[in-house]
């Protein structure tokens, strides 16, 4: 049945708490190592009391249930009346995973329903002894603080309307100073103002006026992302337009060469050309976030794997502040949290293990971000073990991935990138952890959806880094222009090395197959004509080769002619999509060009 009448409302609501509540799981990990830290555990408090406003408002009855539970549990630890343990905080964590599945509830329009009904036993056992806790002290009244006084306080209190929609709007929009839990018989239809969202800031304090009003403006606004890749996508076809207008300058001037009035036209197209530029910069800076918002998920996973393994981990974040495209943050999620897992289950040792090697007991696996030039970098490094080639090589061959010949032509390096095969694992036997295969050939189709490459490097007995190399925007991809049986065609720049001639007689025969040796490094010979499935083309002494890399390969490309480097809008083909052609734009000239998928012609070979 569908609940909630105020949709809108219902919406924000789950935003601001789900975001609000990612944050309590990262405290909630914090805390683990740092117990006594009253700020933290003030900071988690306000976060179950805020959600419980939220969701008083909504009328969702057992998710106040719950975080009421929570906060008296949370205020007993601050005014101390307990003392953390791991027990109690994998009950609270419990707690924080129940409401994450009320959240899903609420977001199909069902009212939240208590999906473990002996969490709220296990809450209140831990509040009275019953789980293993070293009570402390009590501590004066004073310490607990007025949230502490209003969490405890009797279910039978009916403060006036006055009261309680005061109480409510401090709630909503993250106030810290009434802390008190919705009244039973407190009203639950909306006044004739609605409150504030969870998002703006906090009301002014009292004698502030209306100078404080004003300067407690919200100043962000939320957009749906479609909205802004259908303004991404107007600035992309403005920019091709100013590319077109550019090109017909050209010509106007050679035509007219001296006439005065193209000094007009020059000034015109070039603050045309700086408009656009500022335009489209605008665009893609209002899409970026924070990766740090799909890091901080991962402290949770980490922990918790970290526990159910019997090992003892920290994942430590780095450069959260770095931004990237909207759209890139969805997809980077799926192989972040492979990532982070095998880090875990398959890069630390156990607790016994690191002791018998001489290594702290606690592992560290570090999630770090960068902004390299154009280029976002993502790296996943670990104290552990490290990988074996010889152990990999062993286990292809046993699963029936490569020969053994195939096996041992294989260099270190190029045996590491053999987790990244489809089926590929380690373990002998399979857990609820891994064991199927089915992780880093994931991790690797993804990054190379998002034109991205990865690489491994991996040192025994002292650990892994798995690095993730990414442009800065899917919208706008810089590229190379070639031409191939006269059609131009446009490959990803981040792909590319460096460009070559190809003399007469450079041409080699290794294994049969053509190749061409660059500065001492023998490289295969490929005719992209071939791989596009077109006539070959013509000789390839004279030729022009383009020295590209796709993971820890690297291939030179047989093209007829050089462009050059460009900036593309990619428009996808519906219905339509020919082998390797990941979309198509228009040139400066009006010309159709087709951009290259490369990762799936070099898959092809």
């Known amino acids: 049945m569908t609940v909630f009448s105020d949709q809108d409302l219902l919406h924000d609501f789950l935003t601001e708490a789900g975001e609000m509540l990612d944050r309590v799981d990262v405290k909630l990990v914090e805390l683990e190592s740092r117990p006594d830290d009253r700020e933290l555990l003030n900071e988690i408090f306000r976060g179950f009391h805020t959600i419980k406003g939220g969701g008083g408002f909504l009328e969702a009855t057992a998710l106040v249930e719950l975080c009421h539970r929570a906060e008296n549990l949370l205020d007993r630890l601050r005014n101390g009346g307990l003392t953390l343990t791991a027990e109690i905080l994998d009950v609270i964590l419990a707690s924080t995973g129940e409401v994450k599945q009320m959240f899903a509830q609420m977001q ?58 005061s109480t409510l709007l401090q709630a909503l929009v993250g106030g810290v100073a009434a802390q ?13 103002a609605a409150p504030a969202r969870a998002s703006a800031p906090k009301a002014p304090s009292p ?85 740090g918002r799909v890091f901080q998920k991962y402290v949770r996973l980490a922990r918790d794997l970290a526990r159910q393994l019997g090992k003892d981990v920290e994942l430590v974040l780095e450069g959260e502040e770095t931004e990237i495209d909207k759209n890139m943050v969805e997809e980077l999620n799926d192989p972040l949290v492979h990532l982070v897992r095998n880090a875990v289950d398959h890069g630390v040792e ?115 880094r798995v690095k993730i190399m990414l442009p800065l925007t899917l919208a706008i991809l810089p590229v190379l222009v070639v031409d191939v049986g006269a059609q131009p065609y446009a490959m990803p720049l981040s792909i590319v090395r460096e460009i070559i001639s190809i003399p007469p007689g450079s041409i080699q025969l290794v294994a049969g197959k053509p190749a061409i040796v660059v500065r001492g490094e023998v490289m295969p010979l490929l005719d992209l004509a071939k791989l596009l499935g077109k006539p070959p083309g013509g000789e390839d002494a004279g030729r022009i080769g383009v020295v590209a890399s796709s993971g820890s390969q690297t291939f030179i490309l047989a093209v007829d002619r050089m462009y050059g480097q460009d900036e593309v809008v990619i428009k996808p083909l519906t219905g339509f999509k020919p082998k390797g052609v990941a979309g198509a734009t228009v040139s400066s000239e009006g010309v159709l060009v087709l951009v290259l998928e490369m990762r799936e012609l070099f898959e092809s070979q």
């Open 207 to 291: 004698g502030q006026g209306a100078k404080g009003m004003t300067a407690a403006k919200e100043t962000t606004l939320r957009i749906d992302v479609g909205r802004f890749d259908q303004i991404l996508n107007l600035s992309g076809e403005i920019g091709l337009t100013k590319n077109r207008i550019t090109c017909l300058r050209t010509e106007i001037v050679r035509k007219y060469r001296g006439d005065d009035s193209l000094k007009i036209l020059d000034s015109v197209v070039d603050q045309l050309d700086m408009l656009v530029s500022d335009l489209q910069n605008a665009v893609m800076k209002a899409r970026m976030q924070p990766v």
């Open 108 to 165: 199909g329009h069902r009212e939240p329903e208590l999906s473990d009904p002996g969490l709220l036993d296990q809450i209140d056992a831990v509040l009275e002894g019953r789980v293993e806790a070293a009570p402390a002290s009590e501590a004066p009244a004073s310490e607990a603080g007025e949230g502490a006084q209003a969490a405890q306080a009797s279910p039978d209190a009916k403060p006036d309307d006055a009261q309680w929609w």
């Open 350 to 464: 156990t607790i016994e293990e690191r002791r018998a090697l001489g290594k702290p007991e606690r592992a560290l696996v570090r999630l770090m971000a960068r902004q390299a030039g154009d280029a976002i970098v993502i790296e996943i490094t670990d104290d552990g073990r490290g990988m074996r080639p010889e152990v990999l090589r062993q286990k292809a061959v046993e699963k029936g991935s490569i020969s053994a010949e195939e096996a041992a032509s294989l260099d270190d390096q190029r045996a590491l990138e053999l987790i990244f095969r489809p089926g590929f694992s380690t373990k002998n036997e399979i857990s609820d952890v891994s064991g199927r295969g089915v992780g880093m050939d994931v991790v690797k189709t993804n990054i190379g959806k998002l034109n991205g490459r990865i690489e491994l490097h991996s040192e025994i007995g002292k650990g892994t």
């Open 180 to 192: 008190a839990p919705i009244p039973a018989g407190a009203p639950t239809a909306l006044p004739a």
